[in-house]
Nanobody
Framework: QVQLVESGGGLVQAGGSLRLSCAAS????????IGWFRQAPGKEREFVAA????????YYTDSVKGRFTISKNSAENTGYLQMNSLKPEDTAVYYC?????????????????WGQGTQVTVSS
């Protein structure tokens, strides 16, 4: 049974940092693209960042470029999202997900496995 478990969310002031973790079990982590998505109240879930299997290419949505860094440790089956210079508009539930696709990494419905989400709240 595949399981993804996010952790590391919380309340932080604007300008602060958080590091989200995504612990995976039941899958070969190195064979999956790992994506992070977020969903704010009243909004659709949106792509944040992804790191592909194989080459480890990284992708970011424009609003987080230069502030967020995605990484993964395949030996530990764990993915990370380092979030710096946080803004109130980053407030959302953050989800990690796993996909076999390493091209269409921003496409939500191509991710086969999802975590339960972790809340990130940035106060102004």
């Amino acid at each position: 049974q595949v399981q993804l478990v996010e952790s590391g969310g919380g309340l932080v002031q604007a300008g602060g940092s958080l590091r989200l973790s995504c612990a995976a079990s039941g899958l070969t982590f190195s064979a999956y693209t790992i994506g992070w998505f977020r969903q704010a109240p009243g909004k659709e879930r949106e792509f944040v960042a992804a790191i592909t299997w194989g080459g480890g290419n990284t992708y970011y949505t424009d609003s987080v470029k230069g502030r967020f860094t995605i990484s993964k440790n395949s030996a530990e089956n764990t993915g990370y999202l380092q979030m710096n210079s946080l803004k109130p508009e980053d407030t959302a539930v953050y989800y990690c997900a796993a996909s076999h696709d390493r091209v269409r990494v921003t496409t939500l419905n191509l991710y086969q496995h999802w975590g339960q989400g972790t809340q990130v709240t940035v106060s102004s």
